[in-house]
């Protein structure tokens, strides 16, 4: 049996106007506003980004916000933070981060800090293809690694 695809969908630079949107997702999928059985469901955002965070990204060079766009409009966005500038606003940030390497919480120079990643139902593949975008941008602008948060 066949894998069934989402839709076409085209990947871009967020603008400004986009940020509607990307909140509308972020409400559908943020963790405390699930109830019942869709808690258990996969696919869930646990740390909300507000308005103003997000029109701060679309002006900065430094950070990575990416929509996916189909003909129903936004239906999934990417957001990755240069971690030196995430540093500099949220110094305490990592006080509770374990990681799986010897390096531990030193990151070390040009990371990118992969903080979400969302997508409205019925879009499989799409997270993948934003995922694929956050590393290809990465890569072009010269970071050294991408560091993802993953929960438990």
């Known amino acids: 049996m066949a894998k069934k695809r989402s ?3 085209n990947i ?10 990307i909140l ?14 869709f808690i258990q469901k996969r696919g869930f ?3 909300p980004i507000n308005e103003e965070d997000l029109k701060r990204v679309t002006h900065s060079n430094q950070n990575v916000l ?31 981060v374990t990681t799986t390497t010897p390096q531990n919480n030193n990151f ?9 990643i969302a997508r409205k139902p019925g879009y499989k ?7 694929k975008e956050v590393f290809g941008i990465a890569e072009s602008k010269g970071y050294n690694s991408v560091l993802g948060e ?3």
């Open 7 to 9: 839709p076409k969908v």
């Open 12 to 21: 871009r630079i967020a603008k400004e106007e986009d940020i509607p949107a």
């Open 24 to 37: 509308a997702i972020q409400r559908a999928l943020l963790l405390g506003n699930k109830k019942g059985r």
């Open 45 to 47: 955002l646990v740390y």
């Open 66 to 96: 990416l929509v996916a766009e189909g003909e129903m409009g936004i239906v999934g966005y990417a957001l990755a933070y240069d971690l030196s500038e995430w540093e500099r606003t949220k110094p305490n940030w990592n006080g509770n």
């Open 108 to 116: 070390g120079p040009k990371t990118l800090y992969f903080r979400h």
């Open 125 to 131: 593949g799409i997270g993948e293809e934003l995922e």
């Open 150 to 152: 993953i929960l438990e």
